[in-house]
Nanobody
Framework: QVQLVESGGGLVQAGGSLRLSCAAS????????MGWFRQPPGEEREFVAA????????YYADSVKGRFTISRDNTKNTVTLQMNSLKPEDTAIYYC??????????????????WGQGTQVTVSS
């Protein structure tokens, strides 16, 4: 079992930045790829970014490429999503998730094994 707790959400103006963090506990953190997903109001959960077990490979949705950066620190059991140049369409609940497939390339929510409770990000225009 892996427990995940997100933090860092909030309200920001368009063009601003936020940094989301996800703290993991339980099983060995480096045995999992990690992903960030988001769920806008009234919509389905969608892939944002993922990182493999070592941190050397990252993957992004086209909508956030060049603006968001995912990283991890296996010594601190944390994964971070740095979000820059935020847009109103980035407004959503953001979730971190852990995937037993360590490669990190999975993009479907049902491919991930553990989830955090989510943190709200609201971008005003």
């Amino acid at each position: 079992q892996v427990q995940l707790v997100e933090s860092g959400g909030g309200l920001v103006q368009a063009g601003g930045s936020l940094r989301l963090s996800c703290a993991a506990s339980g099983r060995t953190f480096s045995n999992y790829a990690m992903g960030w997903f988001r769920q806008p109001p009234g919509e389905e959960r969608e892939f944002v970014a993922a990182i493999n077990w070592s941190g050397y490979r990252t993957y992004y949705a086209d909508s956030v490429k060049g603006r968001f950066t995912i990283s991890r620190d296996n010594t601190k059991n944390t994964v971070t999503l740095q979000m820059n140049s935020l847009k109103p369409e980035d407004t959503a609940i953001y979730y971190c998730a852990a995937d037993q497939l360590m490669a990190g390339y999975n993009r479907r929510p049902d491919e991930y094994d553990y989830w955090g409770q989510g943190t709200q990000v609201t971008v005003s225009s």
